[in-house]
């Protein structure tokens, strides 16, 4: 299966940015839709954002529009996530994961199918 792998993760004061990072070592992610997920601790992994191959639709969780943005660079096989204003309710471990099927999303996934190719996660902390 494949391995997609994030980046970008860190501690950040409130109202801070990061970027996260999606990419997949050796397997081209251009024809596939990407999400987005984020676990929060004690809480339930819940959908951030998925974007469609090429120019497909692009879905963002509505309490996050505004401040979060996907995007992806196909000559660098990568997806990011853009978080701006972050609070600390932003504290989460997030994952990028795909059926490698799809190309055009559905809307934000509602839910996380352990079927899916999924990175290892990188930890966001948002302190005050």
């Known amino acids: 299966q494949v391995q997609l792998e994030e980046s970008g993760g860190g501690l950040v004061h409130a109202g801070g940015s990061l970027r996260l990072s999606c990419t997949a070592p050796g397997f081209n992610l251009d024809y596939y839709a990407i999400n987005w997920f984020r676990q929060a601790p004690g809480k339930e992994r819940e959908g951030v954002s998925c974007?469609?191959?090429?120019?497909?639709?692009?879905y963002l969780e509505d309490s996050l529009k505004g401040r979060f943005t996907i995007s992806r660079d196909n000559a660098k096989n990568t997806i990011y996530l853009q978080m701006n204003s972050l609070k600390l309710e932003d504290t989460a471990v997030y994952y990028c994961a795909s059926d490698l099927n799809r190309s055009n999303c559905v809307g934000v996934p509602k839910v996380s199918f352990t079927s899916w190719s999924w990175g290892q996660g990188t930890q966001v902390t948002v302190s005050t």
């Open positions: 974007i469609s191959a090429f120019d497909g639709p692009v």
